[in-house]
């Protein structure tokens, strides 16, 4: 590479990888396992410059529909290892910054909006495909962020879901966002 070419300053976003997302559990996602191997490899590259991870813990006090949701959820919100970061992510959460929300979009938080608008791209990992995936990838667009979609690192409720929401990620391509997987990720490198 020479000195006047400079790759992407990327955000590599890693979206609620908690426990309860993990098979068996109440809000299991179909793929967890691959999205969860690709996101590894991503941060054993050492690709991104910028490693946030973001999880969703219920609001104290929620409003509006949140409170329905909140009660319905009772169970999974009161267990601490349900909202604890999955074990393989632990050893990157020691080092890279852990951020909680209580809503599906991870620009509600604002050290996440802070380090999106300072990034050339937005990388997008993580669950739930159909919901805080697809709603932080719609605010980083707002945002005027330029959004990459790693398929195979984000995991949804079920494969057909998750490959709706990839599909309606893709139609703000190729301005707004850009589906791809790791590999081709890395690739660029």
């Not at 991870?106 to 608008?117: H, L, N, Q, R």
């Not at 139609?171 to 081709?184: D, I, R, V």
Request: some cysteine.
């Amino acid at each position: 590479m020479k000195q006047s070419e400079s790759k992407n300053q990327d955000l590599f976003l890693v979206i609620d990888m908690q426990n309860v997302y993990t098979a068996g559990q109440e809000w299991a996602c179909e793929g967890i396992e691959t999205a969860s191997a690709s996101i590894q490899r991503i941060l054993k590259s050492n690709a991104p410059q910028k490693i946030i991870f973001t999880q969703y813990l219920a609001a104290d006090h929620p409003e509006g529909v949140w409170v329905e949701y909140n009660q319905v959820n009772a169970a999974v919100n009161a267990d601490p290892w349900l909202n604890e970061m999955m074990p393989e992510f632990l050893p990157w959460t020691k080092t890279c910054p852990v951020y909680s929300k209580n809503v599906y979009s991870s620009f509600a938080i604002p050290e996440v909006v802070v380090a999106a608008k300072k990034a050339d791209r937005i990388v997008i990992s993580g669950v739930v495909a159909e919901c805080c995936v697809l709603s932080t990838v719609f605010a980083a667009i707002d945002a005027g962020c330029k959004v990459i979609y790693l398929t195979d690192a984000v995991a949804g409720l079920t494969k057909d879901s998750k490959k709706e929401a990839e599909k309606i990620v893709s139609y703000f391509a190729p301005l707004h966002t850009e589906c791809m997987t790791t590999g081709e990720y890395l690739k660029q490198q």
